[in-house]
């Protein structure tokens, strides 16, 4: 299979894994969290490389030990989700970059872990990114209701006697898997706007909840694939070039949204004459 197969296939995976984990990021507003992790996983990196051994496994343990940090730190009195991420992510980067440093050596493994490369992704990666959409595929299957109880009613949800924790540990798993997943083909710096993106997308374009998924789903897929032809015929960073197009669609929905918005707006004013609504004939 050539490495342009192996890139399309990857991105359309994390397209569609956008739709999931990328929806819980953006309904429960959990954009900064992933921002830190998939900036803080960068240790767990470094020392598997140090070590020789995969990369992908090094960040997802490192990532797993952040995320125990960030639940230990968030129960301290006074500080926010906010605060917890932000100190999580300047430990966590801090930490990686003295790593790298003092081992220069490492070269390109390193910074791919910044930057990624849809074009160098193996195999392996493919396969943890498949499995990866194939296991949140089926936990939220199984626990959407009550995720969905606790992201729009959380006293409510306590009111009704359930524990916000197994739905915490539910979430952050998920979004932690999917960043630590798109860290090969994207990296920690381009990895949440793939994910993010296409949700934020969809949010805007639509405020029917059962349509924000499969509507994210398929912007992901489509700007994956369309960044990775752009990168193609005009000989530009892959990466980057997805990157681009998710913002570029985002953009164009914030504008197409606020076009219809005063279009609409426009529309009920000519409906008022004299500043009433005239009555309906028959």
Do not use: C
């Not at 569609?16 to 990021?25: D, F, H, N, S, Y």
């Not at 639940?71 to 500080?79: A, D, E, I, S």
């Not at 729009?152 to 916000?164: L, N, Q, T, W």
Request: glycine content about 14%.
């Amino acid at each position: 299979m050539s490495y342009f197969t192996l890139a399309a296939i990857e991105l359309s995976l994390l397209g569609l894994l956008a739709g999931l984990a990328g929806t819980l990021i953006v309904l429960r507003r959990r954009s900064f969290f992933a921002v830190a992790l998939s900036h803080a996983t960068f240790p767990g990196g470094v020392v598997f490389a140090i070590a020789g051994l995969n990369l992908l496994l090094g960040q997802a343990l490192f990532a797993l030990v952040l995320v125990l940090l960030m639940t230990l730190l968030g129960k301290v009195p006074g500080q926010g989700r906010q605060v917890t991420s932000g100190v999580v992510l300047s430990f966590g980067f801090a930490l990686g970059t003295l790593l790298a440093s003092l081992n220069p050596g490492l070269g390109i493994p390193v910074e791919a872990l910044l930057v990624g490369s849809p074009l160098s992704v193996s195999g392996g990666d493919v396969a943890a990114t498949g499995a990866v959409l194939v296991l949140a595929l089926g936990v939220l299957a199984l626990t959407r209701r009550r995720i969905l109880f606790h992201t729009f009613d959380p006293v409510g949800f306590a009111a009704a006697g359930f524990k916000s924790w197994p739905v915490e540990l539910i979430v952050t798993g998920v979004i932690a898997a999917a960043v630590v997943v798109a860290m090969p083909a994207v990296g920690a710096i381009l990895g949440v706007a793939v994910i993010i993106g296409p949700a934020a997308t969809a949010r805007v374009l639509t405020s029917r909840l059962a349509l924000i998924p499969p509507l994210a789903a398929g912007i992901g897929v489509l700007g994956g694939l369309v960044g990775l032809w752009v990168s193609r015929e005009f000989a530009i960073a892959a990466g980057g070039a997805v990157g681009l197009v998710i913002a570029g669609l985002f953009i164009l929905a914030v504008v197409a949204r606020a076009i219809a918005d005063r279009v609409g707006h426009r529309s009920g004013e000519f409906a008022t004459v004299g500043g009433k609504t005239p009555a309906r004939e028959g």
